[in-house]
């Protein structure tokens, strides 16, 4: 069965307070993982797509990367705006195409 | 540009009542899902249609029903609602291969 872990579950940062997330999963074979970002009272949305281990994408104060068993998303000098609840998925090899879902970490910077 | 739209977007039910949750999309996307939201509980998948026509249950489905009702609509029945489902629910599509889903901004479900 396909699993998938993120940690912590909540994290609380200064304004300018660097740190990291992390999905860990566990899946016959990886197809993709994604990051999402949701706001309160929102739906996801899309942030990342990444594909193989080393892989590297970034988009302003984000970026993730991926293993063969694990996602960070660091967060470089994060801002008040940048507080929302992250969820990490995965699409694995096999079968449908249907992501499977992390339970998130809820993010919260203080000015 | 919708993407993806859902009506209602908050529901108080009495426990027995039912009702249809309605999600539309305009990307031409095949698959389509229905997704709660709990707290703790992450995202969990009710429902899925890979296609028009088909539909499958995901982890969750006891005590609702779905219609793919063509390639743009996907809705979500619940015959006789009670307590345990409430919660938000969410509607998401898809395009072909590994592609990211798009959600629509959820439904608040309130069963009393």
């Known amino acids: 069965e396909d699993q998938v872990t993120q940690s912590p579950e909540a994290l609380r940062l200064q304004e300018g307070e660097s740190s990291s997330l992390n999905c860990s999963y566990t899946?016959?074979?990886?197809?993709?993982l994604f990051w999402y970002r949701q706001d309160p009272g929102k739906g996801p949305e899309f942030l990342f797509t990444?594909?193989?281990a080393g892989e590297e994408k970034e988009k302003e104060r984000l970026k993730a990367t991926l293993t063969k068993k694990e996602s960070f998303l660091h967060i470089t000098a994060p801002k008040p705006e940048d507080s929302a609840t992250y969820l990490c998925?995965?699409?694995?090899?096999?079968?449908?195409?249907?992501?499977?879902f992390g339970r998130g970490t809820s993010l919260i910077v203080h000015p | 540009n919708a993407g993806v739209t859902q009506t209602p977007k908050f529901q108080v039910l009495k426990t027995g009542q039912s009702m249809t949750l309605q999600c539309a999309q305009d990307?031409?996307?095949?698959?389509m899902y229905w997704y709660r939201q709990d707290p703790g509980m992450g995202l969990r998948l009710i429902y899925y249609?890979?296609?028009?026509?088909?539909?499958d249950k995901g982890e969750v489905p006891n005590g609702y029903n779905v219609s793919r009702l063509n390639k743009r609509e996907f809705s979500l029945r619940l015959e006789s609602a009670a307590p345990s489902q409430t919660s938000v629910y969410f509607c998401?599509?898809?395009?072909?291969?590994?592609?990211?889903?798009?959600f629509g901004q959820g439904t608040r479900l309130t069963v009393v």
């Open positions: 998401a599509s898809s395009g072909l291969g590994i592609t990211e889903a798009f």
């Open positions: 899946v016959s074979g990886l197809r993709g």
């Open positions: 990444l594909y193989s």
């Open positions: 998925a995965v699409q694995a090899v096999g079968g449908s195409y249907i992501p499977t």
């Open positions: 990307m031409n996307h095949n698959s």
């Open positions: 249609s890979a296609s028009e026509g088909t539909t």
